[in-house]
C-alpha cells in the first residue's frame, strides 16, 4: 500500500463516527450567506501585471515526507501575514494525521482575512463536501484518489453548493481520466503522490494538455521565485506554495519576493 491509499484508508476511518449528521450539515449550510470566488481571485491576481503570480499561501505544519516542520505555525497569524505580502488566495491543511492539519485552522484563518480559502485534504465522499461547504470557498479533489464517476459526481454537488474544486493532476494517467469533463480549475502536482518524490519540470511538462480556458496551479516544491520564473514560461501562472512559506521567517516579505519578483 502505498502512502496515498494509506492517508485515504485512514481519512475513511475518521468519518465512520460522525458527530454532526450529515441532515444537520445542510441545515446549517442554509444558514452560510459569504462566499469568495476562488477562481476569480486568482485570476484577478494574474492581471495585476505580466510578471505578477497569483500564489496560494498554504498553512502548512508537517507532511509525511518531512515530518512535522512547523509545529508552533499559528492560522490566524498566517492568515494575516499571507493577506499583507500578496497571497492571491489562502489554502490550510486539514488532514490530521498525516499533515497535523486541522479544520478548525481553517475555521480561524478565513475569519481573520478576507482572501478566498481552499480546504486542502483528501475528500472522498458527499459527507466531506457538505462539511467543506460550511467553511471554505474551494475544495481539493484528487484525481487519483476517485474513480471517474465519483470525482465528477462530488465535483457537481461542490458547485452546486457555490464551492469551487481545485482539481488534481500529477501524471498522464490522471489527466485521462479527467479529460471528458473539463474542469476550470486544475492543479498540477509535481509531487509523484506514491512516491512522494518531486519534479518541478511537471506542470511544465503536463500544461500542454490543458486549454487556455481552464487557469492551471503548479503545486509541490516550488520555493523560490526562480522556480516560479522557470514554471511561468509554460504560460502557468498560479501557484499553491506550503512548506517554504510556512517554514519563513518573515512570511510577509518571502510572499511578496514570491508573488513579485524583484
Not at 515526507?65 to 505555525?73: I, N, R, V
Not at 498566517?78 to 499583507?84: D, I, K, L, R, V
Not at 480561524?108 to 459527507?127: G, H, M
Request: include cysteine.
Amino acid at each position: 500500500m502505498d502512502i496515498l491509499n494509506e492517508i485515504i484508508v485512514s481519512r475513511q476511518k475518521d468519518y465512520e463516527t460522525k458527530i454532526v449528521s450529515e441532515t444537520e450539515l445542510r441545515i446549517r449550510y442554509r444558514e452560510r450567506h459569504d462566499f469568495r470566488s476562488f477562481r476569480t481571485a486568482l485570476q484577478h491576481k494574474i492581471q495585476t501585471s505580466p510578471n505578477t503570480a497569483a500564489v496560494i499561501a498554504e498553512i502548512k505544519r508537517g507532511s509525511p515526507s518531512k515530518g512535522l516542520f512547523a509545529p508552533d505555525l499559528n492560522p490566524i497569524n498566517c492568515a494575516t501575514e499571507y493577506e499583507t505580502g500578496g497571497a492571491a488566495c489562502l489554502s490550510v491543511l486539514t488532514e490530521p494525521h498525516y499533515f497535523s492539519g486541522s479544520l478548525e485552522y481553517l475555521i480561524a484563518a478565513r475569519k481573520n482575512c478576507r482572501l478566498p480559502v481552499l480546504r486542502k485534504d483528501f475528500i472522498v465522499s458527499e459527507y466531506q463536501v457538505y462539511e467543506t461547504a460550511l467553511y471554505a470557498d474551494c475544495m481539493l479533489l484528487i484525481a487519483r484518489c476517485l474513480e471517474a464517476e465519483q470525482l465528477k459526481n462530488l465535483y457537481d454537488l461542490a458547485t452546486s453548493l457555490r464551492i469551487d474544486v481545485l482539481v488534481e493532476v500529477c501524471g498522464e494517467e490522471d489527466i485521462r481520466k479527467i479529460e471528458p469533463f473539463h474542469f476550470p480549475l486544475i492543479g498540477i502536482n509535481n509531487r509523484n503522490l506514491a512516491t512522494m518524490n518531486v519534479d518541478t519540470e511537471s506542470a511544465g511538462k503536463f500544461a500542454r494538455y490543458f486549454s487556455y480556458d481552464q487557469t492551471i496551479v503548479a503545486a509541490s516544491g516550488i520555493s523560490s521565485r526562480s522556480d516560479i520564473e522557470m514554471i511561468m514560461k509554460f504560460g502557468i501562472r498560479s501557484f499553491l506554495i506550503g512548506e517554504s512559506l510556512s517554514k519563513s521567517r518573515n512570511r510577509i516579505e518571502t510572499l511578496r519576493q514570491l508573488v513579485n519578483g524583484n
